[in-house]
């Protein structure tokens, strides 16, 4: 079935003869950009996924080197950080990636929220335990990518 402009659903636009949802939590999301690094390979395609759902650009990354590559190399609007890698540590990783680019959101995430009491964390603009239900992740990227500043 086509769908037309006159028979959208919630949550999608129309793009002429394709339609794309790109609403979410009220926001367009088409330009933002969204690294998600992530070692877990299913975890990291479960965020990638549900994420484009969502209108966003999304690239991955398994570990902090590679993401740290991918950070000189081009711009994210926003950085989705495993704090427990193997291949860097993810404290270190965090301030290197605040080094590189100062206007990066980063969202940090763990197992657990013991880490969470290291000052380091501070710098990232928002600290979430890991979840199966994105409903929180979702809305802290959409509150991050769309206040005043951004």
């Known amino acids: ?7 959208l659903k919630a949550g999608a636009r129309y793009f002429g003869n394709n339609t ?5 939590w009220g926001c367009s999301n088409v330009a933002n950009k969204i690294l998600v690094v992530e070692e877990e390979r299913e975890l990291r395609g479960f965020y990638q996924t549900e994420l484009e759902e969502d209108g966003y650009r999304v690239n991955t990354a398994p570990g902090g080197r590679e993401a ?6 081009e ?4 950085v989705v950080l495993d704090l427990e890698l193997s291949d860097v540590d ?3 990783c ?7 680019n100062q206007n990066v959101k980063v969202v ?22 890991k979840s199966p ?14 206040s005043k500043g951004h």
């Open 1 to 7: 079935m086509e769908l037309g402009k006159g028979s």
């Open 133 to 146: 239900d994105l409903c929180e992740l979702k809305k802290t990227i959409d509150t991050l990518l769309h």
């Open 108 to 129: 940090l995430t763990a197992d657990d929220a013991t880490c969470k009491q290291d000052f380091h964390t501070w710098l990232a603009d928002a600290f979430l335990v």
């Open 20 to 24: 794309q949802r790109v609403i979410h």
């Open 94 to 100: 965090l301030q290197s990636i605040v080094d590189l």
């Open 90 to 92: 993810g404290l270190g």
């Open 68 to 73: 740290l590559s991918r950070l000189s190399d």
């Open 75 to 78: 711009s994210f609007d926003l």
